[in-house]
């Protein structure tokens, strides 16, 4: 089956003006950067310290914020992507338009993700040229590895939304689904891995645990950031945990990049069926 650029292009486009004249992109960029602003003024407060602090404080702040805030933005954002379309009845309409099932998914996926991506870079950008003049060369690398990570993290989700959308027989399943999802991925996961360790006094994945943890990108997400420097990570006590043949970026960044191809991948062949 060939694909063609035009319609994925004409799709994709159309799904991303959708969310920016919904100013759905401009309340999120907002949201990021009120939340991230304060974070890196106010997270200190509590220990009687007002002001920024240092990019690590920030970044290791940051993470705990994006990984509650984005997976939930992005399910929210594509549980009904197909789904939604199927239920207005407008589904059988683009169908019959010269455009193949996996140009339509593939379409509206890079639509919804250059919305969030966009979000994500207008939002936690302006804090960057807000804290530039505090930074030094290292500092802003580390803040925009930070960036392309969190980007990552919500095209990962995003993909998991769309899956759930081609997969669910109605929007109200596809909505509980996400939610289950997040909650699974967010809260549960690590709980469950950390329970079994504890119960069975580390002879229960203790071993494979660090690999445990690539099969959610919540988690790959937290490593890549809290590695990337040496202050968070030792905040984070992950030095102790994670092998450092596993905590390679290269190697991170390429389990995020499977999380964000591999469920779209699922979807694709699932929607051609």
């Known amino acids: ?95 019959s338009m010269p455009i193949t099932r996996l140009e339509l998914l593939l379409g509206k996926f890079l639509g919804l993700a250059a919305a969030l991506a966009f979000s994500t870079v207008a939002g936690f950008g302006l804090v960057a040229m807000v804290l530039a003049g505090r930074l030094n060369l290292g500092g802003l690398s580390a803040y925009a590895g930070f960036m392309a990570s969190s980007i990552l993290l919500g095209v990962s989700f995003l993909s998991i939304a769309v899956l759930i959308s081609v997969l669910a027989s109605d929007r109200t399943r596809a909505s509980g689904l996400s939610i289950a999802v ?19 006094g580390g002879r229960v994945g203790g071993a494979v645990f ?7 990108p919540t988690d790959v997400f937290r490593v890549l950031n809290v590695h990337a420097l040496e202050e968070v990570g030792s905040l984070y006590g992950l030095a102790t945990v994670f092998p450092p043949e596993l905590a390679h970026q290269g190697l991170l960044y390429g389990v995020m990049l499977a999380w964000c191809v591999l469920p779209l991948m699922l979807a694709a062949w699932r929607f051609r069926r």
Request: proline residues 2%; hydrophobic residues 65%.
């Open 1 to 95: 089956m060939t694909l063609e650029f035009a319609p994925v292009a004409t799709v994709a486009g159309k799904e991303f003006w959708d969310r920016i004249r919904s100013l759905w992109v401009l309340a999120i960029a907002v949201l990021f950067t009120v939340f991230a602003l304060a974070i890196a003024y106010f997270g200190g407060a509590q220990q009687g310290a007002v002001g920024f602090r240092s990019i690590e404080f920030t970044i290791a702040s940051l993470v705990s914020l994006v990984i509650y805030l984005i997976p939930l933005i992005a399910l929210l954002l594509g549980f009904d992507a197909i789904v939604g379309e199927r239920e207005r009845g407008s589904l059988d309409l683009l169908l």
């Open 210 to 216: 660090p690999y445990l943890l690539l099969l959610n």
């Open 182 to 200: 997040w909650f699974f991925f967010v809260l549960m996961f690590d709980l469950l891995l950390l329970g079994a360790l504890v119960v069975s």
